[in-house]
């Protein structure tokens, strides 16, 4: 399961109010990732990181932000959530020496926002 | 820009009958190409992936999927299904970067006895 551990796993919120979820990995793999999964729209990258406070954009990134102050710890906020972020989060992480950069996927966070 | 389709959203098929899951992807240089499959409740599992060489790629649980570069297509593919193949499948292409994953919006498949 490439050490991969979110929490919570599963959290109820209000509109409005900020939200944190933890990604937490074991094996100090440079890049990880932080994906929405929404019914007919797949996985979506909404940040990634390749290093230490090294982050990045994804195709979804309009209001989340992330930190990574730890090579194990990759923190996705939500400053404000809204409904239409109510979603389950995946974090990921990519493996490094090899050539084809595989992911490997954590358990997931059930987000709702009411 | 890359992008994957995943032609079906939903495969209902009965048990021990063959499968195909469609996928087709656009993408401007090379390829490497990937299947995830999810089971209720469940992250991401990797089923199988295409780097190069053989464009038919061999897969945990009986899984194969054909890469064809003239129609731009990673179709997967089982042979007899089994009531445990019930799950969401994936596609999925990295980008050139060789850092980011772009995924298809999945297909349910369910198998029924």
């Known amino acids: 399961d490439a050490g991969i551990t979110q929490s919570p796993r599963h959290k109820v919120t209000e509109t409005g109010t900020p939200v944190t979820l933890r990604c937490h990995q074991t094996?100090?793999?440079?890049?990880m990732y932080w994906y929405r999964q929404d019914p007919g729209h797949g996985l979506r990258l909404i940040h990634y990181?390749?290093?230490?406070?090294?982050?990045d954009k994804g195709e979804v990134s309009d209001g989340y932000s992330v930190s990574r102050s730890k090579t194990e710890d990759f923190l996705l906020t939500l400053e404000s959530a809204t409904s239409s972020q109510t979603s389950v989060y995946f974090c990921?992480?990519?493996?490094?020496?090899?050539?084809?950069?595989?992911?490997?996927f954590g358990p997931g966070t059930r987000l709702t926002v009411l | 820009a890359q992008s994957v389709t995943q032609l079906d959203s939903q495969v209902p098929v009965f048990e021990e009958a063959p499968v195909e899951l469609r996928c087709n992807y656009s993408?401007?240089?090379?390829?490497?190409l990937f299947w995830y499959v999810q089971y209720p409740n469940q992250g991401l599992q990797l089923l199988l992936k295409?780097?190069?060489?053989?464009?038919l790629v061999k897969g945990i649980n009986g899984f194969e999927a054909e890469f064809n570069k003239s129609q731009t297509s990673f179709h997967l593919r089982k042979p007899s299904v089994h009531i445990s193949d019930t799950a969401e499948y994936f596609c999925?292409?990295?980008?050139?970067?060789?850092?980011?994953?772009?995924f298809g919006g999945g297909t349910r498949l369910m198998v029924k006895p």
């Open positions: 990921a992480i990519r493996t490094s020496g090899t050539s084809y950069n595989e992911q490997f």
């Open positions: 094996e100090n793999h440079r890049y």
């Open positions: 990181s390749y290093g230490v406070k090294d982050t």
């Open positions: 993408s401007s240089v090379s390829v490497y």
């Open positions: 295409y780097l190069s060489g053989s464009t």
């Open positions: 999925a292409v990295l980008n050139n970067a060789g850092n980011m994953l772009t």
